[in-house]
């Protein structure tokens, strides 16, 4: 058992009650929740407290992974946590406690992004997490970028 925390700052161009709906939604997430070509299928989404959510995430041709988040703390637009559970043929890879905080700014807000996770499988899954998150979060900045501030 391997791990770690990842913390990623960024600055976005929305207000936090508009960050904070790209950042949580289901059908947005999909849009920015894999990394660069991957893709992120909802199965079932249930955003609320205790509420679980299963989602599938990788290649196109076959997004063989398979997850489960759970929400802990919804405190809209401020913060959310929630833990995701992710496996693949059967056998559990790794899990994540994720924590988002949005605080206003002069040009939209600030969010803080972290990412405690475990590894089932050793080392290597721990940086299939980090890049996950970075590659996610360049397409969660892209996203933000084009919607309107207003």
Same mark, same amino acid.
């Given at each position: ?24 939604? #289901?059908?947005?997430? !999909?849009?920015?929740? +894999?990394? =660069? ?5 909802? @199965?079932?989404?249930?955003?609320? %407290? ?29 913060? #959310?946590?929630?833990? !995701?559970?992710?496996? +693949?043929? =059967? ?5 994540? @406690?994720?924590?988002?905080?949005? %605080? ?47």
């Amino acid at each position: 058992m391997t791990t770690d925390t990842f913390t990623f700052d960024r600055d976005f161009p929305l207000p936090p009650d508009r960050m904070f709906t790209l950042m949580t939604d #289901a059908k947005m997430r !999909e849009i920015w929740g +894999a990394p =660069g070509d991957a893709v992120l299928e909802m @199965l079932e989404a249930d955003m609320r %407290v205790g509420g679980l959510e299963r989602h599938r995430c990788g290649p196109a041709e076959n997004p063989e992974f398979e997850v489960e988040t759970r929400w802990y703390n919804i405190d809209a637009p401020h913060a #959310a946590t929630y833990t !995701e559970v992710i496996e +693949a043929g =059967g056998m559990r890879l790794g899990a994540s @406690l994720v924590t988002y905080t949005l %605080v206003p700014s002069d040009t939209g807000c600030a969010a803080t992004i972290t990412v405690a996770v475990v590894s089932f499988v050793g080392p290597e899954m721990i940086a299939e997490f980090r890049a996950g998150w970075e590659g996610g979060l360049a397409k969660l900045d892209t996203l933000a970028s084009g919607h309107d501030a207003g």
